[in-house]
């Protein structure tokens, strides 16, 4: 990676605890306001962004995510590592799990999916390739070196929220394919893509999906990300190491 590029963090549900983000600021974007904040990690200077603002207030299907990417894009950032909280309906993938995931299955229904749209051009975006295949690379590097276990893909199947889904639902979604559910992942991912951002994803598995798991709880998601939080965070803050060392 050339050193003239940024690397950015998007911080998802229940990791905001684990890095200093004190002096994030609100920032106009011409979407609409996203918070940033630069901060150091492994001695080089990161942009940060809060997905769910900072006081957590802000629901999956109200974040703004056109301007949660355009800030990190209009402040420099190329290289982006972003946090998802998810539920799992793949055996193989318990609770306390980290993913680093290479597909995504969009069932998101009243986001803004586009840069692209009442500006006169038409665009079509290739995303066969969804996550960059740098950043995986690096961020199972990382892990590797920290002796993290990580899983090196998987297909993570966004839903609109803010409800959990339905048994039959997750019975669906794992038929056509899906490993893991959250409710971030799209377009985020695809809005990155338009910018030609370089964007990879580490999903932490919370729960057992719903029809897996009895019943599903967002006091059970915030409780394994605490024991999970600090393993994702080294993870990044080596990933960081890795890609400013030009790896």
Request: hydrophobic share 40%; aromatic share 8%.
């Amino acid at each position: 990676m050339a050193q003239d590029r940024t690397a950015a963090v998007i911080i998802g549900t229940g990791m905001s605890k684990f890095f200093d983000l004190e002096r994030l600021e609100a920032v106009t974007t011409p979407y609409g306001k996203s918070y940033l904040g630069r901060l150091e990690l492994s001695g080089k200077e990161v942009l940060f962004a809060v997905r769910h603002g900072p006081q957590y207030s802000v629901p999956p299907h109200k974040v703004n995510y056109r301007a949660l990417v355009h800030s990190i894009h209009d402040a420099g950032g190329s290289v982006v590592l972003a946090t998802n909280a998810t539920g799992s309906m793949n055996k193989r993938m318990s609770p306390g799990d980290i993913v680093i995931p290479d597909q995504i299955l969009d069932f998101t229904k009243g986001r803004h999916q586009t840069f692209f749209e009442g500006d006169g051009r038409v665009v079509f975006t290739d995303v066969t390739r969804p996550y960059s295949v740098y950043v995986r690379e690096m961020l199972c590097d990382a892990a590797k070196r920290l002796k993290i276990k990580v899983h090196r893909k998987g297909t993570y199947v966004c839903t609109e929220g803010p409800r959990f889904e339905t048994a039959a639902e997750i019975r669906m979604f794992s038929m056509l394919g899906g490993d893991l559910v959250g409710m971030t992942g799209a377009p985020e991912a695809f809005l990155a893509k338009e910018l030609g951002m370089e964007y990879g994803g580490v999903c932490i598995v919370t729960n057992w999906a719903a029809g897996i798991a009895a019943q599903v709880s967002h006091d059970e998601v915030l409780e394994v990300m605490e024991r999970t939080g600090p393993r994702v965070r080294d993870i990044i803050n080596s990933t960081i190491d890795l890609i400013y060392r030009g790896r």
